[in-house]
């Protein structure tokens, strides 16, 4: 098996999507019972779902009508898939090949092209299976660091029990662990390489306990490599950023600018010609604070000659129903512009009305 290359035969064969679609039906239906409580979206969610929404069977024979006949009424999806959570789009999935005998993905596939296909194809997968996509498609391609991005972001842009789901996926979809492939990996050299292991393999353990003495200790640490000793990726280093939970990390970085007068990201940012800084300021950012982060992937994509709309693409559609309000935010104020407007100069079409609809209202 190829994995998930886009591919209509390896889209038509993937067991533990349908598995993980199966899943997400049943806990989404658990949620309704419970006053919706699965339709919940995140308070920094961008994305608006119609309430009461139309019923998965109801949607799914909206998508069939949609893809019939001569042409893909491809507003019509935009409007459907556009406008409901993950939980609400994996059982428009079971009931659309429960009523037609094939996969949602695999019609999405035959019906849509370009871009606009890309964008929808990665909006209906389960998040779990599409950050393993992702992963699995980073870790093939050459040239440029940023690539690397695409695996700091699934480490840590999210909860530890995510990327556990993650791990998960990929093993399903792969018959190998992230965490191998990471390590296998020929594009990266250590100690990056090092560092992204470490990350991709940890796991974060909750709570909002905070240990000051432990916080203090650790940002000394990390100044003595980051600043003094000009070594980001330290041993120090990679055992912090890729251990410790997130409010500890937060305290820490905190006592760091407090000792020190500059916090850790500005520290690394002066170091712009050091790829290893660089990294560690993504994890950083995605630790801390991934609308700043997510800001910058943004602008990256569009700034320049050509869009990469694949970086555009992922931005979008994986804080959609995160944090993508934050992401506005924090890109309105450093750019001066906000993201609708960045995206309408920047894209068009179907292609366009798809990031729009996930972008909501500004």
Sequence with gaps: MCGWCGCLECIHNIPPLNLLFLHFSSAARTGREGEEGARTLSPMASISVPDPAPSPTEDA??????????????NALIEILG?????????????????????????LQDELSSHFKG???????????????????ALRK???????WVLIEVACASSPDHLV????????AYDSSLEEDVAACPLYKDPLKQFLVRLVSSYRHGGEHVDGELARAEAAELHGAVAAKKQPLHGDVVRIVSSRSKPQLKATFQHYKREHGKAIDEVLEGNRNDKLSAMLKTAVWCLTSPEKHFAEVIRSSIIGLGTDEESLTRAIVSRAEVDLKKVKEEYKVRYKTTVTK?????TSGYYQGILLTLIGAE
């Excluded at 024979?61 to 491809?74: H, P």
């Excluded at 194809?121 to 699995?136: C, S, V």
């Excluded at 050459?142 to 690397?148: L, N, Q, T, V, Y």
């Excluded at 960045?342 to 920047?346: A, P, R």
């Design 142 to 148: 050459k040239g440029g660091d940023r690539h690397a």
């Design 165 to 172: 789901a993650v791990r998960k996926a990929y093993c399903s």
């Design 342 to 346: 960045d995206v309408v100069g920047d």
């Design 61 to 74: 024979e909206s998508i069939r009508k949609a893809v019939q006949g001569w042409g893909t009424d491809e």
């Design 83 to 107: 406008h409901r959570t993950a939980a609400q789009r994996a059982e428009i999935a079971v009931a659309y090949e429960g009523l037609y005998d094939k996969p949602l993905l695999r019609t």
């Design 119 to 137: 964008a929808m194809t990665l909006w209906a997968m389960d998040p779990a299976a599409r950050d393993a996509k992702l992963a699995y498609k």
